[in-house]
């Protein structure tokens, strides 16, 4: 369960960064015509939270 927590904590943390970071991507994209593909909209379209079928996961365990 300490693995599946470290897990989900820096997917959601992994997402709030690329949120971000695609923003700024964005602007920068108009301002220099070169694409920032890994923190851009293209990294965080494709970012699935690696940690799937996770439902109901903790009341197995308790």
Avoid: C, I, W
Wanted: net charge negative; charged share 20%; glycine share 14%.
């Amino acid at each position: 369960m300490v693995r599946f927590g470290h897990s989900e904590a820096g997917e959601a943390a992994g997402h709030v960064f690329l949120d971000n970071t695609s923003q700024v991507a964005a602007q920068l994209t108009k301002h220099t015509g070169l694409d920032y593909r890994s923190f851009g909209s293209y990294h965080l379209d494709v970012e699935t939270g690696h940690v799937g079928n996770v439902e109901g996961v903790a009341d197995a365990v308790g």
